[in-house]
C-alpha cells in the first residue's frame, strides 16, 4: 500500500471505530436479519449498446465555501439523472467531518437510478453501513485490502444484496479482484497521491478482464474523444465527475453520450465496434 492510501486508511480504521463504539455492528447485523429489501441492479444499468455514464455526486471543497453551503444532492442526482447518466456515483468521504453517509441517502430519494456508496473502505462494518444508508452498490478499493479481507467484504456485500464494485489501478490489484470472483471491477485512473489521472491505466489493465465482468473507467474522462478512448480500450462506463455548474454537468453527461462500447471477449480482447452491427 503506498503512502497516501496508507494515511487515508488509518484515517478511516479511526473513523470505523468511533462509529461502531455508537452503532455496534451486531445491531447492523440484526437489522439485516429482520430483512433486506431487493436493491436497484447496477449490473443491469450499466449493461447495453452505449457506454454507460455514472455522474459522481461530491460535495464541494471547503474553499468553495458558498456552493458547499447550498449542496443538495437530490437536487444533484435528478439533473444528473436526467440528463442521462445511468447510476450515480456519491463521494462520501471528508477528510475534514468524516464520512457523510447520509448523502447516500439523499441523493436515492428522488430518482431511480442505481447508487454507488464510493468512500475508502478498510473494514466490513462500512459496508453494512452503506446498505443502512440504502446505497445499492459499494465501491471496495483493492489497494487497502488484503484478500482475505476483500473476500469477506464481497460475500458481505452479496449477503445484503449490494453490487461490490471493485477497484484496481494496477496488474496486481486486478487479479485480486478476479479472484475474489468479480462481476463489475472499476479501474481508477486517478493517482491518489497527486491526483491526475491517465487514461492509459484503463487501456492496459481492461484487456485482461473477462468479457462477462463489467469494466468501469473511473475518472478522467472530460470530453467526448475520453469517452471513445475507453470505450474502445474495452470499459462498458465511465465515471466521471462533472462540472460543479449544474447546467454546464448536464451539457457535459449530454455530450459523453451515445458512444459505443463493443466490450470484451471472453478473453478480456477489446472488440471492435462492428461486433455490435453484426449483432443487431
Same mark, same amino acid.
Not at 443502512?132 to 482475505?148: I, W
Not at 467484504?153 to 487479479?175: H, I, N, S, Y
Given at each position: 500500500?503506498?503512502?497516501? #492510501?496508507?494515511?487515508? /486508511? &488509518?484515517?478511516? =480504521?479511526?473513523?470505523?471505530? +468511533? *462509529?461502531? !463504539?455508537? $452503532?455496534?455492528?451486531?445491531?447492523?447485523?440484526?437489522?439485516?436479519?429482520?430483512?433486506?429489501?431487493?436493491?436497484?441492479?447496477?449490473?443491469?444499468?450499466?449493461?447495453?449498446?452505449? #457506454?454507460?455514464?455514472? /455522474? &459522481?455526486?461530491? =460535495?464541494?471543497?471547503?474553499? +468553495? *465555501?458558498? !456552493?458547499? $453551503?447550498?449542496?443538495?444532492?437530490?437536487?444533484?442526482?435528478?439533473?444528473?439523472?436526467?440528463?442521462?447518466?445511468?447510476?450515480?456515483?456519491?463521494?462520501?468521504?471528508?477528510?475534514?467531518?468524516?464520512?457523510?453517509?447520509?448523502?447516500? =441517502?439523499?441523493?436515492?430519494?428522488?430518482?431511480?437510478?442505481?447508487?454507488?456508496?464510493?468512500?475508502?473502505?478498510?473494514?466490513?462494518?462500512?459496508?453494512?453501513?452503506?446498505?443502512?444508508?440504502?446505497?445499492?452498490?459499494?465501491?471496495?478499493?483493492?489497494?487497502?485490502?488484503?484478500?482475505?479481507?476483500?473476500?469477506?467484504?464481497?460475500?458481505?456485500?452479496?449477503?445484503?444484496?449490494?453490487?461490490?464494485?471493485?477497484?484496481?489501478?494496477?496488474?496486481?490489484?486486478?487479479?485480486?479482484?478476479?479472484?475474489?470472483?468479480?462481476?463489475?471491477?472499476?479501474?481508477?485512473?486517478?493517482?491518489?497521491?497527486?491526483?491526475?489521472?491517465?487514461?492509459?491505466?484503463?487501456?492496459?489493465?481492461?484487456?485482461?478482464?473477462?468479457?462477462?465482468?463489467?469494466?468501469?473507467?473511473?475518472?478522467?474522462?472530460?470530453?467526448?474523444?475520453?469517452?471513445?478512448?475507453?470505450?474502445?480500450?474495452?470499459?462498458?462506463?465511465?465515471?466521471?465527475?462533472?462540472?460543479?455548474?449544474?447546467?454546464?454537468?448536464?451539457?457535459?453527461?449530454?455530450?459523453?453520450?451515445?458512444?459505443?462500447?463493443?466490450?470484451?471477449?471472453?478473453?478480456?480482447?477489446?472488440?471492435?465496434?462492428?461486433?455490435?452491427?453484426?449483432?443487431?
Amino acid at each position: 500500500m503506498d503512502k497516501a #492510501l496508507a494515511q487515508v /486508511a &488509518e484515517r478511516k =480504521r479511526r473513523e470505523v471505530a +468511533a *462509529a461502531q !463504539a455508537e $452503532l455496534p455492528q451486531h445491531e447492523l447485523v440484526q437489522a439485516m436479519l429482520a430483512g433486506v429489501e431487493p436493491r436497484r441492479n447496477l449490473r443491469a444499468a450499466l449493461t447495453g449498446r452505449e #457506454l454507460r455514464l455514472i /455522474a &459522481e455526486v461530491r =460535495r464541494p471543497p471547503p474553499e +468553495a *465555501a458558498e !456552493a458547499r $453551503l447550498i449542496f443538495d444532492p437530490r437536487f444533484v442526482a435528478q439533473e444528473f439523472a436526467g440528463a442521462g447518466a445511468a447510476a450515480i456515483a456519491v463521494a462520501t468521504d471528508d477528510a475534514d467531518v468524516g464520512s457523510e453517509l447520509f448523502l447516500l =441517502r439523499r441523493a436515492r430519494r428522488y430518482m431511480a437510478l442505481p447508487v454507488i456508496a464510493w468512500d475508502y473502505v478498510v473494514d466490513e462494518y462500512q459496508v453494512y453501513q452503506a446498505w443502512r444508508h440504502d446505497a445499492d452498490a459499494v465501491a471496495l478499493m483493492v489497494g487497502l485490502l488484503d484478500d482475505d479481507a476483500l473476500q469477506q467484504m464481497v460475500r458481505a456485500a452479496g449477503k445484503l444484496r449490494l453490487t461490490p464494485v471493485l477497484v484496481v489501478r494496477d496488474g496486481f490489484e486486478l487479479d485480486s479482484a478476479l479472484a475474489a470472483h468479480a462481476t463489475v471491477i472499476a479501474i481508477e485512473n486517478r493517482d491518489p497521491a497527486t491526483g491526475a489521472t491517465d487514461l492509459g491505466v484503463t487501456e492496459r489493465l481492461a484487456e485482461y478482464i473477462p468479457g462477462d465482468v463489467l469494466v468501469i473507467a473511473a475518472h478522467g474522462i472530460a470530453t467526448r474523444e475520453d469517452a471513445q478512448r475507453v470505450a474502445a480500450a474495452g470499459a462498458d462506463a465511465a465515471l466521471f465527475e462533472p462540472p460543479a455548474d449544474y447546467e454546464l454537468a448536464r451539457d457535459a453527461i449530454r455530450d459523453l453520450r451515445g458512444v459505443l462500447a463493443p466490450g470484451r471477449d471472453a478473453e478480456g480482447r477489446p472488440l471492435p465496434p462492428e461486433t455490435l452491427d453484426e449483432e443487431s
